[in-house]
């Protein structure tokens, strides 16, 4: 495994994709948060939990950033372990590239990508499982 500092363009380009993405996301969860509180009870976005009663792997991240926003990062992280930590490596490497103009490049050999996939599967794993059990 090789771990680099390279240089790179200041300002990342954001690919419309991502962008549309987030701003989906955002103006559903807007929507839920005015019909919660205009009906005065929690409207779920989860279809895997409506029509499952299981919640999906991303269960508790819009719970988890409204915790954000009112100051309580911890409860945020608790409500979902591996995407908060996630976001918080993707806000780290963007700060990076931002004030320094460098990007961190990690090389993997053949083998250790597979280690890495494998290892990325578990937590996966582990994290639905938690989010299952604990979160709800």
């Known amino acids: 495994m ?4 390279v240089q790179v363009c200041r300002y990342p380009q954001w690919p419309l994709w991502a962008m549309l993405i ?3 996301w955002l103006v559903l969860g ?3 948060l005015l019909v919660s509180s205009h009906l ?3 409207v779920s976005l989860c279809l895997l939990k409506r029509f499952t009663g299981l919640p999906c792997p991303t269960c508790g991240f819009t719970r988890g950033v409204l915790s954000l926003l009112s100051g309580l990062p911890g409860r945020a992280w608790l409500y979902n372990p591996l995407l908060f ?3 918080g490596l993707f806000v ?3 700060g990076i590239r931002i004030f320094f103009a460098r990007a ?3 090389r993997l050999a053949r083998r250790e990508r597979g280690i890495a996939w494998l290892l990325a599967g578990i937590l996966f794993a582990a994290n639905w499982a938690y989010v299952i059990f604990y979160v709800g």
Do not use: Q
Not at 2 to 5: G, M, N, Q, V
């Open 22 to 24: 987030v701003l989906g």
């Open 40 to 42: 005065g009870r929690f």
């Open 30 to 32: 807007g929507t839920a």
């Open 92 to 94: 780290a490497a963007t």
């Open 104 to 106: 961190i490049t990690i």
């Open 85 to 87: 930590s996630v976001l």
């Open 2 to 5: 090789k771990i680099e500092l």
